[in-house]
Each structure stands twice: as structure tokens, then as C-alpha cells.
């Protein structure tokens, strides 16, 4: 799911010193093109309380974040411009703020509508469509419907497919959801069949030096250790920690993990070779 760009003060954009220019208008007959800046007005003022929704959910207070996207939301309908790719990609996000809020049903209802508004706009086939594609697929997936869950990950796949972008990072990350969904499902063939896809898209594009990067490996090394190829594991759980190193991060939850499996495979690997013949 997307970071948040940097913004403004939410108190900005609605004021300004256009009144006079705005009167100059009206007395040459330019009531339309008054119409539309007061509409651009508007639209600025749902990107900025968007904006500020965006900073407040990167510094975790959720309920600030909340709180700003629903007054970006307030003011499109008001306006009349919900219906449009950014009132799509809006809806979206307040989608994902209810989920960092345990907020599950508000979640998934959330990406529903913005599916219905990115097809109103008639722009699903883009890669914020397949983006809210694959966050449904997340929310199904949590939710426990693994095959409403695989589908929409289908369909976000298909639409980079055809967008030819499946070969990027985002692409790289539904693969990595496809492969663990297949994993859940008991397939570990298939999922390690299509982790593989990720990572080839990940080497050449240069993204696996990177957190999602090492989530990928590591997750490769968890289907290789319950397939019972600990030597292969044990490569991808070291791989994953070397990029965790590069990246500085040796301190997050998943490097520790990575370390104890390693433990884990070290006492397991000596047991499983010496009841080898030799």
C-alpha cells in the first residue's frame, strides 16, 4: 500500500487575493471561467486536507489521518468531483487509514466503492487500478476468503499485463501476495514457482536491495524450510538478512526472525544429514 507525499497546512488554498481578478471576469462575461476556478479552488482544498490526512497516517496517528481524509472527502461531494480518479484514489485511501484502524469492514467497503468510482471514471485499467485490486486481494486474504482474495489479485495482474508493468516493483509485490496466498492455499510448488517471478523482476530492475526485497527472500526461504529444503532455505534466510544489513535495518522484527531461523536450520540440517548413508 502507497506512502504519502508532503503537503501544505490544511489551513492554505481555500483564501486568496483572486477577488479582484475574479470581478474582471464577470464584468467581460466569464461567469464559466469562474465557475471553473472556483472549482480548482475546491479541488486544491481536497488535496490539501488529502495531503494532511497522508502526513498524519506516516507519523501513525491514525485517527488525525482519518479525520483530514474524510473532510478531503466532504468536499468533493460537496463539489461534485468524487467521481474522478482522484476521488477514486481518495476513497482508497481512506480505505486503507480504517484498516490501520482495525477497521475491516470499513476497509473493504472503502476499496469497493473505489473500484465503483475508478470504473465510473472509466480508469481501472491503469496502475492504481491494479493497486486497488491488490489491496482487496489483502483485505479478502484477512478477511479468510482466499478465493475472492486470489481473484482480485488475478485481476491486478491482468491489468498490468496488459498495461506492460507487471515487470516493475509494484508488479514484484502482487506476485509476492499471489505467491504467499498460493503458499497458504498448501500449493508451496506453485508459490515458490511464481516467488520466483518476483525475484527475477526484482534483480533486474534493481528493488531487491530493499525491505520488500528482503520480505520476498524471505519468504522464499519459509515455502523452501516447510518443503523440507533446508539448504535452499537457509541461502534465502542469509540473502534476506544481508539486504536487512545493507539497508541498516538489523533492528526490525523480521531481522530477528530471520536470525532464529537460521539457528532453527543449523540444528535441523546436522540431525537430517547423519541419517544419511555414507
Request: proline fraction near 1%.
Amino acid at each position: 500500500e502507497e506512502s504519502a507525499a508532503a503537503a501544505a497546512a490544511a489551513e492554505r488554498g481555500a483564501e486568496g487575493g483572486d477577488e479582484e481578478q475574479e470581478e474582471d471576469e464577470e464584468e467581460e462575461g466569464g461567469g464559466e471561467g469562474e465557475g471553473e476556478k472556483y472549482l480548482e479552488v475546491a479541488d486544491l482544498m481536497a488535496e490539501v486536507w488529502q495531503s494532511l490526512g497522508m502526513l498524519r497516517r506516516d507519523a501513525r496517528s491514525y485517527d488525525g489521518a482519518l479525520k483530514a481524509l474524510l473532510e478531503a472527502r466532504k468536499t468533493r461531494e460537496k463539489y461534485g468531483t468524487l467521481a474522478t480518479p482522484k476521488g477514486g484514489h481518495l476513497v482508497m485511501q481512506i480505505g486503507t487509514t480504517k484498516g490501520l484502524l482495525n477497521d475491516l469492514n470499513g476497509k473493504l467497503n472503502m476499496y469497493t466503492e473505489a473500484l465503483q468510482l475508478f470504473e465510473r471514471a472509466n480508469c481501472i485499467v491503469s496502475d492504481e487500478g491494479a493497486t486497488l485490486y491488490n489491496n482487496i486481494g489483502n483485505a479478502q486474504r484477512e478477511y479468510g476468503d482466499l478465493a475472492a482474495s486470489l481473484s482480485a489479485y488475478e485481476e491486478g495482474k491482468r491489468i498490468r499485463d496488459r498495461l506492460g508493468t507487471l515487470r516493475s516493483p509494484g508488479g514484484a509485490g502482487l506476485l509476492n501476495n499471489i505467491a504467499a496466498l498460493h503458499g497458504q492455499r498448501g500449493d508451496l510448488k506453485m508459490a515458490l514457482k511464481v516467488y520466483r517471478e518476483a525475484l527475477e523482476i526484482r534483480q533486474d530492475g534493481g528493488s531487491l536491495n530493499t525491505v520488500a526485497g528482503a520480505e520476498l527472500l524471505m519468504n522464499m526461504g519459509g515455502a523452501h524450510q516447510d518443503l523440507k529444503e533446508y539448504e535452499a532455505a537457509e541461502q534465502e534466510y542469509t540473502q534476506a538478512l544481508e539486504v536487512y544489513s545493507r539497508l541498516n535495518m538489523l533492528d526490525r522484527p523480521n531481522a530477528e526472525v530471520l536470525r532464529k531461523r537460521l539457528e532453527e536450520l543449523q540444528k535441523v540440517r546436522p540431525a537430517v544429514s547423519s541419517g544419511r548413508c555414507s
